[in-house]
C-alpha cells in the first residue's frame, strides 16, 4: 500500500499549530512522524498518521487547507552511513530530493525517514532492487 | 417586454419635452420650498423662469451629499411632513447617517422604476421575487419588496441573513428571481455548493444586484454557483433607491428612467459636463420627486453614457456598470487603485479564491498596500516553491494591473469575513 503525507496549510498566526494538533487529538488521529516548513509568511506541515484520507477530510471539515502527498518511507539500513547509502541511491538514479524528515520507528526503534522526490515509481525501483527496506502504508495502520 | 412601453421606447424629442417640463416644475418646487437650494440659486443669480429646458441643467449649481448631512435629517425636503410616507437612511461611515424621505407618490414612482428593471430582465408576475437585500432603513429590500409587488409577482421578503435558511427557501419555495448584494449573492452561491445541492436542482434563472460595486469575474462565479443569469441594478437611497437604472436582458449597459432621473457625467474636478462616451463622476436630477427632488446630485460614481439605441428596443439612456466610487478610490504613491480592480485580478488568476482584503499603511513616509488572499485547496501544495511561486504570480499580475507593488500574504480559507450587506475589503491606517 503506498504511503501519503498530509501536508497542510499553516498561516504564520500564532496559535494556528496548536488548532490543528487539538483537531487531530480530538478525532483520535496518531502522529507517526511529523515536520514542518515554514517561511516568513507561512508554513507547512508535514504529517504522516495512522488514516491520511480521513486526516484530509477532518481537517478540510475544521477549516484547514490540507491535501495529500505521495512520500516514500524507508527503514535506513543498521549500517555507519546507512542514510547516504538510500540518498546516492537516489542520486545516481537521477531522481530529486525535495525534502526530507527522519523518526524513529515504534516496533524495533529503527530510525526511519520519508522521503519526498520528484519520482515515486523510479524511487521504489531502484531502492527496492537495492535491498533497502520501504515502510508500506499499512504499517502506520493499528 | 416592456412595463411602461411609452416611456421607454420614446421618441429623443418627446423624452426631451418631457422632462424639460418636469424639470422646470421642480426646480420651481425646490427655490419655493427649499431655502438651502433658495439660498444656492440666488447665489448663482438663478430664477426658475430662467430654466426653460433640459439645455440650461448645467447652469445650475451641484448638490453635494455634505448637503444632505448639515440638513440633517429633513432640510432638503420639498414636501410637508404630512405629505411623506416613508422615511429611509443611508448609514454614513463617517458621522451622520442621510436621511430621505417619500411622498406616497415617491415611492409609486419609485416601484414602478423597479417593475420596469423587472420586465427589462426578463420577469414577470409568474416570477417568485426571492429579496435577500437587507430590510430596515436601507432602500433595498423595501425598494425591490415594492417593484416586485407592483409587477404582480410573489414576492419573498426573506432579508438578508440566516444563510442556511435561505438555501432552504430556493430550495423548496421555489424562488425564480434572487435581489440581494453581489456579495452577499457569493456568499449564497457558497452555501449552496456546501449544502451539496446542485444549482440544476434550483430554479432560480435571473439575479439582479447591486448596492455595491463588484466585477464581471464575480458575476461568473455568481452565475455558475446558483445557475441563474446575473443582472446589475442600481441606485442610491438620495435619489431613491435601486431602480434609477438597470440592466436589460441584452445587458449592455443600464438603461436609466430618465423620465425621472436626468444624468449626467461630469468631470469631477472641474464640474464639465462631458460628452457620451468619456467617463467621469455621475451626476442625478429629480425631475418628478415630490419629497426629496434633488439636484445635480453628486454620486462620486464613475460611469460614462450612451444615448444609442438599445438592441432591445428601449431608447433609454444607458449607462455603464459603475467602476467604483471617487470615495473607495485609494491613492497609493499617487496612483489612483480601486479595490474592484484587485478583486479582478485575483479571480483572472485560475484556483485563486476572490475573498480579499486589502490593508493601506504608511511605513517612513511610503505608503504600502498589502493583500491578504485565501490559500484555496487548488492553489495548496507540499512544496515551499511551489507555493511561493503562486505567491509571487499574484504580485505580479497585482502589479501589471495597478501599475505599484503590492505586497501578498497568503492566509487560512474562510478567515476573510464574508459580508452580508455591503463587503468592508479595506483597512487604511493612514488615516
Ligand atoms: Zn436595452
Known sequence: ?142 | MYYNKKIETMAREDMKKLQSERLKKTVERVYNNVPLYRERFDEYGIKPEHIKSVDDLKNLPFTYKTDLRDTYPYGLFAAPMEEVTRIHASSGTTGKQTVVGYTQNDIDVWSECVARSLVSVGGSNKDIVHVSYGYGLFTGGLGLHDGATKLGAAVVPVSSGNTARQVNIFKDFGSTILCCTPSYAMYLAEAVKESGISPDELKLRIGIFGAEPWTEEMRDEIEKGLGLKAYDIYGLSEICGPGVSCNCYMQNGLHVQEDHFIPEIIDPDTGEVLPDGESGELVFTCITKEALPLIRYRTRDISSLTHEVCECGRTTVRMSKPCGRTDDMLIIRGVNVFPSQVESVLLNIEGVSPHYHITVDRVNNLDTMDVEVEMSPSMFSDSVKHIQEKEKMIKQALLSTLNIAVGVKLVGPKTISRSEGKAKRVTDNRK
Open chain 1, 1 to 142: 500500500m503506498e504511503l501519503y503525507q498530509v501536508s497542510v496549510f499553516v498561516e504564520n498566526k500564532s496559535g494556528r499549530l496548536a488548532d490543528i494538533t487539538e483537531v487531530l487529538s480530538k478525532n483520535n488521529i496518531n502522529l507517526r512522524a511529523l515536520s514542518i516548513a515554514d517561511t516568513t509568511d507561512f508554513g507547512i506541515l508535514r504529517l504522516i498518521v495512522d488514516n491520511p484520507k480521513a486526516t484530509e477530510l477532518i481537517l478540510a471539515e475544521n477549516g484547514f487547507t490540507a491535501t495529500l502527498t505521495k512520500v516514500i518511507g524507508v527503514r535506513v539500513p543498521d549500517t555507519p552511513g546507512g542514510l547516504s547509502v538510500v540518498l546516492r541511491l537516489l542520486s545516481d538514479g537521477n531522481v530529486g530530493l525535495e525534502y526530507m524528515y527522519a523518526f524513529i520507528g515504534k516496533e524495533d526503534e529503527r530510525a526511519s525517514v520519508i522521503l519526498r522526490v520528484d519520482n515515486d515509481e523510479k524511487a521504489e525501483q531502484i531502492l527496492s532492487f537495492n535491498g533497502i527496506d520501504l515502510i508500506s502504508g499499512d504499517a502506520f495502520n493499528e
